[in-house]
């Protein structure tokens, strides 16, 4: 499975962005799919996580703001940022996993992208 994260840039305090993760190679074999998010000095954190079911995720820090979403007919998993704060900055990375499971972290990475978000 290879994964292919777009979508991040450079956006003031209370703008919106849209990233887009697109799976390709054994995609049927994928239940989960997240995003995650590491800033500077500090750990990666789940940011928000779909099944294949549409059952979600989201991290308390960005509910209400970020929404996740799967289109299966594009193979792609996007994530809505809206109301962004500068404590969104960070790369952010697209996970993938077998299991349906909203809970841990797949073994499948994409390249991160960078969000940052000017005050």
């Known amino acids: 499975v290879q994964l292919q994260a777009s979508g991040g840039g450079l956006v003031q305090a209370g703008g919106s962005l849209r990233l887009s993760c697109a799976a390709s190679g054994s995609i049927n074999s994928i239940k989960t799919m997240g995003w995650y998010r590491q800033a500077p000095g500090k750990r990666r954190e789940l940011v928000a996580a779909i099944t294949s079911y549409g059952s979600t995720r989201i991290a308390d820090s960005v509910k209400g703001r970020f929404t996740i979403s799967w289109d299966n007919a594009k193979n792609t998993v996007y994530l809505q940022m809206s109301n962004l704060k500068p404590e969104d900055t960070a790369v952010y990375y697209c996970?993938?996993?077998?299991?349906?499971?909203?809970?841990?972290?797949?073994?499948?990475w994409g390249k991160g992208t960078q969000v940052t978000v000017s005050s």
């Open positions: 996970n993938a996993d077998r299991m349906f499971s909203l809970y841990r972290q797949g073994g499948y």
